[in-house]
């Protein structure tokens, strides 16, 4: 991507964001959304407020125990049993949202790791012009051995030392996010400094960006990745490297995150990557000390489509197909962007520009489930 076109899509992406709030009034769906993520975010954290902001004061609970018995409780009820300041590891996903004039229904799924798979069915009512819940069934299983996938990104906000700003492509991450929970995975971010990340070139256009976009559960995760010293490598079965300007810079000569992509691979785990995401995996080695991806067909975005006479592209530590093909990888690209051009050798599973971000997904869940 040129430069030119690079700030056209950060500039509207500041645009877009500054507006919102203050130029247009949101949807009944969107209302509705943010109520379910306020139970969302309120259960996952022990956030007594959010709750008591998604429930209409004469919030019931309806369920079945295990004795087939009736039990109903009432809003404070549930909300006792979420003690202030202790967080848990529930993840939930808005399913389905049926709105007709003031009235709702709306299906979430929560997973517990190790423990259970809720599956939430709401009411929720117009009331006094603001969407609450009032009320809730549920039904339960148990849940599926925990299977993880460990997102690699960047905080890098600029274009190595100049004011010319850089991101992580939004499209990368969300819709590979999408696949990836849709398969019943769950998602943990990992960045080199950890917290948040810049965030560009996104399209409201696009179902599943807008969809994530307005997630505030989705986007506490952006604002909160992981530092590398808090990962565990045993806990994943895959390591994807999403892409975007920003992933130039920081990822690939970090030791930690080095460290954690070769001990997941070396545990037949997936080392997978999108656009310039594959620069991040260009300096992997294994424990005899030789590139991961030695004698490996390796794709990503390269220097054809790159304005190289740019000042943008003469901040680069390296040029990601050269650099990949003096570490030993067979580079190998598509003449044409945007025809999801992608490779599968072995465990190394790499896309070379956005439009492969969901085949590259799609691609590792189905080498992990083959394992």
């Not at 943010?34 to 139970?39: E, F, G, H, V």
């Not at 990992?190 to 960006?209: D, E, H």
Request: with cysteine; charged share 20%.
């Amino acid at each position: 991507m040129s430069l030119h076109h690079f700030l056209s899509a950060v500039l509207g992406v500041c645009l877009f964001l500054a507006l919102p709030g203050a130029a247009r009034a949101q949807s009944d769906t969107e209302q509705i959304t943010q109520t379910l993520n306020d139970y969302i975010e309120g259960t996952a954290n022990s956030d007594q407020a959010r709750l008591r902001n998604a429930f209409h004061p004469d919030f019931k609970l309806y369920a079945v125990n295990e004795a087939n018995e009736l039990l109903i409780r009432s809003g404070e009820q549930y909300i006792a049993n979420f003690a202030p300041g202790s967080k848990n590891h529930r993840r939930g996903r808005i399913l389905s949202i049926d709105v007709e004039n003031n009235a709702a229904a709306a299906k979430v799924e929560v997973l517990i790791p190790g423990s259970r798979l809720y599956t939430d069915y709401f009411l929720l009512l117009k009331y006094q012009g603001a969407w609450k819940i009032v009320q809730k069934s549920y039904t339960y299983k148990e849940a599926p051995k925990a299977r993880k996938i460990l997102f690699v990104t960047s905080n890098q906000h600029t274009y190595g030392n100049t004011k010319l700003n850089t991101a992580n492509h939004f499209e990368e991450i969300a819709v590979a996010y999408d696949v990836f929970t849709k398969n019943g995975y769950v998602v943990d971010f990992v960045s080199p400094n950890g917290g948040a990340i810049p965030l560009g070139y996104i399209q409201t256009s696009s179902s599943v960006q807008k969809e994530h976009l307005y997630n505030p559960a989705f986007m506490g995760l952006l604002k909160n990745t992981l530092k590398p010293e808090q990962v565990n490598p045993a806990d994943y079965k895959a390591v994807y490297y999403s892409g975007g300007g920003a992933a130039m810079f920081g990822v690939a000569e970090n030791k930690g995150i080095q460290d954690i992509a070769g001990r997941i691979y070396e545990s037949g785990g997936v080392i997978s990557a999108v656009c310039h995401g594959t620069a991040g995996i260009a300096h992997l080695k294994g424990r005899d000390g030789k590139p991961l991806f030695a004698g490996k067909q390796v794709t990503g975005f390269p220097d054809l489509f790159e304005d190289t006479k740019a000042e943008y592209y003469k901040t680069f530590p390296f040029s990601i197909d050269k650099e990949i093909s003096r570490n030993g990888g067979n580079f190998v690209y598509s003449k044409k962007f945007g025809d999801n051009f992608h490779v599968a050798d072995g465990n190394i599973i790499t896309g070379q520009d956005p439009s492969a971000t969901a085949s590259v997904a799609r691609k590792v869940v189905e080498t992990i489930q083959a394992n």
